[in-house]
């Protein structure tokens, strides 16, 4: 952690940033897209969970719950795969755990385990049009056709779901999934940015938004288009949720470069650059602020 002169230095750049760019800077967006702070169970009670379940080494719905802690509120993968194998060993036709692991391996960008989970959940239940959907949504990214396939199935299931009476029906859903994958790659060529921003806003998988970020990214040849700064923004929040923070930091860097007046980037990058305890960022945002205080003077 940083302490001391690094603490004052980073306090000062956040109210450096306040005040020379007037930014109210709130993450509750970010909790709301990407689950952030989705349990509001403290550490002390997980760990807690965690000796109850040492003692109580059966109780399926304990680790279940476990689980979603270690997914959504810590994004410990390895600790979540760990419980969800134990799960498995206990109770093998455990669709959840099957579905819940292949989120873990599809987060982790394990995505050929996340398939064959999937498919094997797919045999186990040919009525659910979820599993088709995740098989799609990780299918985009590599094989457009397979991606289809597998929208086009999730629509043709809930189809006969409906006809065999289901109260709840989400064709509507499902149907603009597959005009999504449909026109992917032309809309990729159009209009990158844009096709990156409106899938992300479709999908709950962040490995796989981060994925379909970087692709635009690539496809991108306007390097000023204001969009831009709002992908990268929310790639680097993804990764912040993920603790990659690295990779957070990479996203923030090339928003000040796009635009060194924009004062909430430096604020996220400061915020990153503290969770690294890299002072030498710190160092070079303070510098930054300073040139811009001397241009707005």
Sequence with gaps: MLQGKQRTIYAYIC????????????????????????SNLSDNTISKMERYINNNPNDLEAMHELVLQYMNRE??????????????????????????????????????????????LYEMNKDNPTTLYFISRI???????????????????????????????????????????ENFEDNLKKDPIGTALTIMEQIPDKSISLKIGELALSENANINDDKVTELLEKMGLIYTSLGI?????????QIININPEGGKAYLLLADRAFALNNLEIIDVI????????????
């Excluded at 450096?16 to 990407?34: E, R, T």
């Excluded at 457009?144 to 289901?166: F, H, I, N, P």
């Excluded at 303070?286 to 003077?297: A, S």
């Design 15 to 38: 109210i450096s940033i306040v005040l020379c760019f007037g930014v109210v800077f709130i993450l509750n967006k970010a909790q709301k897209n990407w689950n952030w702070g989705l």
């Design 286 to 297: 303070n510098k930054k602020i300073e040139l811009q205080e001397n241009l707005v003077h």
């Design 139 to 181: 299918y985009l990214l590599s094989n457009q056709e397979k991606a289809l396939e597998y929208a086009q199935k999730a629509l043709e299931v809930e189809e006969r779901l409906k006809e065999d009476g289901s109260e709840e029906n989400h064709i509507t859903f499902y149907d603009q999934w597959v005009s999504t994958v």
């Design 245 to 253: 923070n690295d990779k957070a930091a990479k996203m923030y860097w």
């Design 75 to 120: 994004a410990n993968y390895t600790k979540a795969d760990k419980l969800l194998c134990t799960i498995l060993n206990l109770a093998p036709d455990d669709k959840l755990a099957i579905r819940r692991r292949a989120t873990v391996m599809s987060e982790q960008f394990q995505f050929d385990k996340a398939i064959v989970l999937l498919e094997e």
